[in-house]
């Protein structure tokens, strides 16, 4: 560790997820055909968790903080700031994360949410740690992924409605004797940014009674099919970028986290990084895809599966609408706060 910067680590881990569970028979049934084989085969989700008319943003991302912060050991007047990393939020305004805040009471917390689709806890988490090395004032940063797409889906639309999920995750970031996190990059093209997404209720197109007449703009929507060499290619290129600035290979990594949102682009990638699908770690097949929140649930899954030792290398990637994408390595540490 550099003497001029301070070491970064994850001291804690918690997800949400809602208690309601939709099936792949469930989906084929309301679908009217048989989605299973290919759910299940190609993106390896076998069912999925959707909010109740209840539960919102703000509930999940308030119930993975508190299992995050409960695993670091600290209470809400040890949290310096607070990062939501979604797009799905609360509101249109205000900030999901200052509802978040009131609702954990974390006075001493500066707020503020990111949105870079699914891109969004990597960029988060990048965020988060230099912010830690770069001000003094800040030791600890709560750090949340959270997604609700279900209250964007066409239940009509079987390319969405079979894939995307509601959940929450979320980490402690903070200062430590020993590095952590050692290396970060950002990729965005913005070219392909009207090809997926939620295209109307923002400045641009207001929600009227003929976009909700149409009903396509107001909901997610698949445009154009992004080219499978968009992950296939671009998450082995940007992996192997991070990893040449810490000094590491592929083969040095013990557990890689990848977006979640289709199984078979996750073996071809690691089958062209020349890794045994044993080394990621996936969820999913019971939680879905849950975009900016698959990567922190996939880790306190790992986590509480006892797949992380001290010292071993974690490599996080993630990508969605944006087109977005990001990737980051650390060093899984045990917190030092002697």
Not at 163 to 179: K, M, P, T, Y
Request: glycine share 10%; with cysteine; aromatic share 6%.
């Amino acid at each position: 560790m550099s003497d001029a910067l301070p070491g970064v680590i994850i001291s804690g881990t918690g997800h949400a997820v809602p208690s309601r569970v939709v099936t792949n028979a469930e989906l084929s049934a309301q679908l009217g055909e048989d989605i299973h084989p290919f759910v299940s085969g190609t993106l390896g989700i076998h069912e999925r968790r959707w909010c109740a008319a209840h539960e919102s943003t703000a509930d999940l991302a308030v119930e993975a903080a508190r299992n995050a912060m409960q695993a670091a050991g600290v209470g809400a007047e040890s949290i310096d700031l607070l990062i939501v990393a979604t797009d799905t939020p609360e509101y249109v305004s205000p900030a999901t994360s200052s509802v978040v805040q009131g609702r954990l009471g974390l006075t001493r917390a500066g707020t503020f949410d990111v949105n870079a689709g699914c891109a969004g806890f990597v960029t988060a988490l990048d965020v988060a740690w230099k912010y830690l090395r770069a001000d003094a004032r800040y030791s600890r940063v709560l750090v949340v992924g959270v997604y609700v797409m279900s209250r964007w889906l066409d239940q009509h639309d079987k390319k969405t409605v079979t894939i995307f999920a509601d959940g929450a995750g979320a980490v402690v970031v903070e200062r430590d004797l020993h590095d952590g996190i050692l290396a970060s990059e950002l990729y965005a093209d913005g070219s392909l940014a009207n090809d997926m997404g939620i295209f109307a209720g923002g400045a641009h197109e207001p929600i009227t009674s003929d976009v909700l007449r149409d009903g396509s703009r107001n909901h997610l929507r698949f445009v154009r099919k992004y080219p499978s060499s968009v992950n296939e290619e671009g998450w082995p290129r940007i992996v192997r970028s991070v990893l040449s600035r810490c000094d590491a290979a592929p083969d040095d990594v013990d557990l890689w986290l990848w977006t979640q949102v289709n199984r078979s682009t996750i073996e071809a990638v690691m089958q062209t990084l020349g890794q045994p699908m044993q080394r990621a770690h996936t969820v999913m097949h019971k939680w879905g895809y849950t975009g900016s929140a698959c990567l922190p649930m996939a880790l306190d899954d790992a986590v509480r599966a006892g797949r992380l030792h001290d010292g071993d290398l974690v490599v996080f990637t993630g990508s969605g609408a944006g087109l977005a994408m990001g990737s980051l390595a650390m060093r899984w540490r045990t917190a030092d706060r002697a």
